[in-house]
């Protein structure tokens, strides 16, 4: 079971909430239309603002079967060792985005994950939050 929020209630924690702060921050700053690694580099800064340990781009790795895949995927931001980030810059967020975030969280084994759409009229309407079970 994973609990997507999006559109309706957002599924938050003491963590989340601050990075849901700071990329409002950022996008009442410079608001929408710019690349992502604009809104990824204004996060860095906010992040540190408000004294999160935070890693950009990080390395995920898959073992399958016997095989080790060093370098599957890139995540955006680890925030606090518990919350993966992934920035999206598009007209209309899809599922395949929510499976996309579902599969990193698992691959970082991680349980908490937040989608940050950056091209929104409003950042509150270009957040989804994702939670895995335990």
Do not use: W
């Not at 999006?6 to 608001?31: Q, W």
């Not at 980030?85 to 899809?94: A, F, G, I, N, Q």
């Amino acid at each position: 079971m994973v609990a997507i929020a999006g559109g309706m209630a957002l599924v938050t924690t003491p963590e989340t909430s601050i990075i849901i702060g700071c990329a409002m921050r950022v996008h009442t700053a410079i608001g929408p239309g710019l690349l992502e690694s604009v809104y990824a580099e204004c996060l860095c800064v906010e992040f540190s603002k408000a004294g999160l340990h935070f890693a950009r781009q990080v390395v995920l790795k898959l073992d399958y079967g016997d095989v080790h895949i060093p370098r599957v995927y890139i995540a955006d931001f680890i925030v606090e060792n518990s919350v993966l980030v992934e920035l999206k810059c598009v007209d209309h967020m899809l599922p395949v985005h929510n499976a996309q975030v579902v599969t990193y969280l698992k691959l970082a084994k991680l349980q908490k994950g937040l989608i940050l759409n950056f091209r929104v009229a409003r950042m509150k309407d270009g957040i989804k939050s994702i939670i895995l079970p335990q």
